[in-house]
């Protein structure tokens, strides 16, 4: 078998790096060169023979147009693409949309050096009733569904093939070939 590879891609430049500013989980789109560099990204896994089976991005549309654009180069837009906001940046709370350079000058090079490096302490919270609070959108919002896969796995357990067997009326010789 031959031996599997993770690549990890940084979005390109977006808007707010451009402007110096906290970006974290704010939507900011792709600059121009952002875009370009997303571009070269994807010319050069394909020079050194790349391929991939799957792909994983945040729910920014800066790392999604990235993957799209990588992918656009690969020839590759068929592959599933996983979104989770999980693979968010980081979130910098209050410190969003603000410009590095003004922060810096006002609370100090150095605790701004923190909030933007320290994994144990954190920048300044986001209030909940502020628009740039993760909650107030709708991408964040926590799904009451669950799939029907998830329900057959809770309540029939081993019987799942069986039940599948009754719902689809799959053959009972390819019952095997069914995974979940």
Not at 57 to 67: D, F, M, P, Y
């Amino acid at each position: 078998m031959a031996p599997y590879r993770i690549v990890f891609i940084r979005h390109g430049e977006s808007v707010y790096n451009e402007e110096n500013r906290f970006c974290g989980w704010h939507d900011a789109d792709l600059s121009g060169q952002g875009i370009t560099e997303a571009k070269q990204a994807g010319q050069l896994l394909h020079q050194n023979h790349f391929t991939f089976d799957i792909a994983y991005t945040s729910v920014l549309k800066r790392a999604i147009k990235t993957l799209n654009l990588v992918l656009d180069e690969l020839d590759l837009n068929w592959i599933p693409v996983m979104k989770t906001w999980r693979l968010n940046e980081r979130m910098y709370g209050a410190l969003q949309g603000l410009n590095k350079s003004e922060t810096a000058a006002k609370h100090g090079e150095e605790q701004v050096k923190i909030w933007r490096r320290a994994y144990d302490i954190p920048p300044p919270p986001v209030d909940t009733s502020d628009p740039r609070f993760p909650g107030n959108e709708p991408k964040y919002a926590v799904s009451i569904f669950i799939s029907l896969k998830d329900i057959f796995k809770k309540h029939y357990g081993l019987n799942l093939s069986y039940s599948l067997y009754r719902l689809t009326y799959v053959p009972g010789p390819t019952l095997y070939r069914a995974e979940f």
